[in-house]
């Protein structure tokens, strides 16, 4: 439902003529596309114990590793100035494939239509007779207490998240698939 709200909020700015509303191919820079190597991910151990994630920050690129191998290697869009995804060893804490933000989303009425977008509930108050709807954070695998973790997100090429690791659509189940709680996940700056 709020998925769609998303998408209603777009369509209306486009519609009508925003100004800051740009087509998506015009804000998408070319990245190397996602590579998988499937001889590497047949290696998988059955317990994923020889399985961790490499970020890596200058380069916008997560890489899963089997052993020393790459199993995965694809762009990512890490936290833009201000929000910074934090660097360093890091273990996946918790995985929920159908996430949404407790901090970022839309304030929506009593049928879920969006009446703002875009909201971050540290600085934004609910219209009245509205309620709060998280935007959606598919495939996530948390990283850090503080909410910082990897999930499905657009890649424009640069920073853009509030610290988390974007991945596209397409690498988000299979790196959620090949991760446990416990995975080593490293965070290169």
Known sequence: MAISCLGQCFA??????????KPAEELIHKQDPPKTTPRVLAMIA????????????PRQRVYLMVGDQIGIDSPISSGKAGHETPTGKFTVLEKDPDHRSSLYGAFC???????????????????????????????????TDGGVGMHVGILPGYPASHGCIRLPADIAPLIYKDVIIGTPVEVQP
């Open 12 to 21: 209306r700015a486009q519609l009508f003529g925003h100004p800051r509303m």
């Open 46 to 57: 059955s317990d994923r114990s020889n399985v961790s994630v490499v970020v890596s920050i």
């Open 109 to 143: 009425d009593s049928q879920n239509r969006i009446v703002r977008a875009g909201v971050s509930l540290h600085i934004d108050s609910a219209p009245s007779g509205t309620h709060f709807i998280g935007a959606p954070m598919l495939w996530f695998c948390r990283l």
